[in-house]
């Protein structure tokens, strides 16, 4: 949240996060689904396409780290619908590896990502 090409990042465990409440009174932890938008939809789909550590996928779950942007993959049939995901969000689903090598994976793609206004 604190990158300066992220523009939000939207989690149940951020105390900012609108479910964070209700989340921490169900939950034992918040899971490891993460998503995150970023400035535009071009740069969601160069991000997505410069990370070597996390796979592009569009099934979600498994013990691999997976990335995807939904605008174009899970949720492109529903683009101009009431439930459209963001055009410049990005879905993380965190697998085992390390956290230190799936952030400077992050970070990596998104210094190779050009910013676009």
């Known amino acids: 949240s604190e ?10 465990g951020l105390p900012d996060h609108p479910g964070h409440e209700i989340a921490r009174s169900q939950m034992r932890d918040f899971g490891g689904m993460v998503s995150f938008l970023v400035e535009t939809e071009d740069e969601a789909v ?6 070597e550590v996390w796979t592009l996928a569009e099934s979600l779950g498994g ?3 997976l990335i995807e942007h939904p605008a174009r993959m899970t949720h492109a049939s529903t683009a101009t619908g009431p439930f459209a995901a963001p055009a410049n969000l990005v879905r993380l689903s965190v697998g085992i590896e390390s956290a230190d090598d799936l952030v400077a994976d992050l970070a990596k793609a998104l210094a190779a990502t050009p910013a676009r206004a």
């Open 46 to 51: 160069d991000l997505v396409a410069h990370t």
């Open 63 to 65: 013990v691999e780290s």
């Open 3 to 12: 990158h300066p090409r992220v523009t939000r990042v939207l989690w149940p």
